[in-house]
């Protein structure tokens, strides 16, 4: 990330990583979107010396002579709405990056939001994405079980828990190239927890 940046992170969840995107990584223009109106209103109130309420905000999408008149107020805003990771309402080719941090495996699909993705990113654009996928999908009895259950109990559509060979087919299959796993979390998240 970097200052030359148009960052869209969808789930921000409670605001967090909008002001570490803005401060420590230096985003000039950010614009989150969150399905949860009680989480967009609560990140507004927890970052509202940054945070626009207009509801009349220049986009990303403005001319170039429009977007110099407006830059001193983006240089010092991020600006927030309620919106689906599955419906982004916003035109194509706008954003240079996307990231959907701990929330992708939520989206009603996900593939769906892999598409959406693609679509509202720039040719060259990047997607970051911190979700959970499985090593290897499970070939047992109870293994398919338990994978069930923890659907079941944490809300997570089925379809979405997939292996990582699957994982990467589908974002190939929207259109992403350079599609790879870089990192695995689990035993900094999942061996506490």
């Known amino acids: 990330l970097s200052n030359k940046d148009k960052l869209l992170d969808v789930g921000f969840g409670r605001g967090d990583q909008l002001e570490i995107w803005r401060k420590i990584f230096n985003v000039q223009y950010i614009c989150g979107i969150n399905l949860s109106s009680a989480e967009v209103e609560f990140a507004r109130a927890k970052l509202s010396k940054y945070v626009s309420r207009s509801s009349n905000i ?22 927030i709405s309620q919106g689906s990771g599955t419906d982004i309402d916003f035109n194509d080719e706008t954003f240079s990056k996307v990231v959907s941090v701990d929330s992708a495996y939520h989206y009603t699909k996900r593939v769906d939001f892999m598409s959406e993705a693609y679509r509202v990113l720039k040719p060259g654009g990047k997607l970051c994405v911190a979700d959970i996928c ?26 979405n828990m997939c292996d990582e060979t699957t994982y990467l087919k589908h974002l190939k299959q929207t259109g992403f190239i350079n599609a790879k796993i870089v990192e695995h979390l689990d035993n900094d998240v999942f061996i506490g927890w």
Request: net charge positive; hydrophobic share 35%; with cysteine.
């Open 58 to 79: 220049s986009s990303p999408n403005t001319s170039p002579s429009a977007s110099r008149r407006s830059k001193s107020r983006v240089d010092k805003v991020v600006h």
């Open 134 to 159: 499985l090593p290897k999908a499970p070939s047992t009895f109870l293994g398919i079980f338990f994978l069930r259950l923890l659907c079941t109990i944490s809300g997570i559509p089925r379809s």
